[in-house]
């Protein structure tokens, strides 16, 4: 196991403290500084900004000085020299980082304007990624475990929670939780976490953690069920990261099979039990992905039309519009596989059909990627929202001449950070959902 693949115990969400502070309260201690500065510099020493071996030894001693805090189940001592020494580390992984960025695929012009074109080219990306496997329409998942403990806490409206596991090679393994509604309405939502290793995170209804939990609260209330999906090496009992080694894995097609088949194959599986499993019978199927997870929201959505909403969250931009934090892991930027589809043609692929649509939500103040603080106005020639809107415009104009979908951009104002904030569920995916509902129901 490299330095890289030291595993955290748990995952970093923000604490409550580290948000803008209203006037007059103080500011965040050091502990809840040292905290946002563990999440950063993990995204660091898991590839989310391309480095090299120089730095391994260095992020072996700072997991483990992380895990000692945890193991001994004592908080670490976060005094104002540690935190010194985080943030020049942190800054100097980034800058030294930033000299070795990847060739990105020029994605600008978009090259899909009718139906055949996109159907087409949708099954040049099933071809790129299974090869002759194939989408793997049937495969069912290698072990179910029904009515598990609940993963995710303070959940309402819960009938019980099913396990899903999934052996995608040997020695990875994809992981589904299955959350079924007491009152279900017919329609499911796959949640797709990113770079972290649990959906239990801050329950409480304020700007703080990811999101993931009061995402699902949300659903569950209002009778979708939900798959929780995770990233592979990004789950529970495995939270090792290391994407770009999952390329390196002897297989048909691309390694980027092994982040979508987790949703595709939990997916088969909900579709195709009977009364007596007693899991709901699901008309639509729809998808949230946040971080990490909305890059394969945003994959996965233009591959599978059954898809019918979906809602990349701080997931993607335009490989043309990226720099520093926003290039990502792997396959973020693959470019065999951009070259064959750009992002802008990705998100037609994703909102193209009868009754779909995409609506990608970015963050304005994110600490982790796409949003105003990692945009290079210099390089672009706009300034950040007007950035988001050019392209928005272009895909819209693109939908418009194939006849179906919608797609649109939505700028988070109010989040203080890299989350799903309650802002997003209340009045762009909760509605989104009930319109479609009212409107093809």
């Not at 898991?46 to 997991?63: E, P």
């Not at 990627?369 to 950040?384: I, S, V």
Request: net charge positive; proline share 7%; with cysteine.
């Amino acid at each position: 196991m490299s330095p890289l693949e030291v595993p955290l115990s748990r995952p970093y969400p923000p604490a409550a403290g580290e948000r803008d502070r209203p006037p007059g309260r103080p500011r965040a201690g050091p502990q809840a500084q040292g905290r946002r500065l563990l999440y950063c510099a993990r995204h660091i020493l898991h590839g989310r900004i391309r480095s090299h071996g120089w730095f391994h030894s260095l992020g072996a001693v700072f997991t483990i000085a992380v895990r000692a805090g945890e193991l001994d189940n004592r908080p670490m001592h976060w005094n104002a020299s540690l935190i010194r020494f985080l943030f020049g580390f942190v800054s100097f992984v980034t800058l030294s980082a930033g000299a070795a960025a990847p060739a990105l695929v020029d994605d600008h012009e978009i090259t899909l304007r009718s139906s055949r074109a996109i159907e087409a080219r949708r099954k040049s990306l099933i071809q790129f990624i299974w090869g002759s496997d194939g989408f793997p329409h049937r495969r069912q998942p290698d072990l179910v475990l029904t009515n598990i403990t609940h993963p995710v806490h303070h959940l309402t409206s819960l009938e019980r929670v099913d396990e899903l596991r999934i052996n995608l090679s040997p020695g990875l393994e994809g992981l589904v939780y299955h959350f079924i509604p007491s009152h279900p309405n017919g329609e499911l939502v796959v949640v797709h976490h990113g770079h972290a290793c649990s959906l239990d995170d801050d329950p409480t209804p304020s700007e703080s953690g990811f999101g993931l939990q009061r995402t699902i609260h949300a659903l569950l209330r209002e009778g979708f069920g939900v798959l929780g999906v995770f990233m592979p090496r990004m789950r529970p009992g495995d939270c090792t990261g290391g994407h770009d080694k999952l390329f390196e894995i002897p297989t048909t097609g691309s390694g980027l099979r092994y982040f979508l088949e987790p949703t595709a194959i939990g997916l088969n599986h909900v579709r195709s039990q009977n009364r007596s499993s007693r899991i709901p019978r699901y008309r639509d199927f729809h998808m949230i992905g946040f971080s990490g997870g909305g890059w394969t929201t945003t994959i996965y959505a233009a591959i599978d039309p059954t898809i019918k909403q979906s809602f990349p969250v701080a997931g993607t931009i335009p490989l043309y519009l990226r720099s520093g934090g926003s290039v990502g892991d792997l396959e973020q930027f693959l470019p065999a596989f951009y070259q064959l589809a750009g992002y802008p043609d990705l998100y037609i692929l994703g909102a193209h059909g009868r009754s779909r649509s995409q609506v990608q939500i970015l963050v304005r103040r994110d600490d982790c990627c796409f949003g105003e603080a990692q945009h290079d106005k210099n390089r672009t020639g706009l300034p950040y929202k007007e950035a988001m809107l050019a392209y928005e415009q272009r895909v819209q104009a693109a939908l418009k001449s194939a006849g179906r979908g919608a797609f649109w951009v939505e700028i988070d104002e109010s989040a203080p950070s890299h989350m799903i904030s309650p802002q997003t569920i209340d009045h762009i995916i909760l509605p989104q959902l009930k319109a479609l509902r009212g409107k093809y129901k």
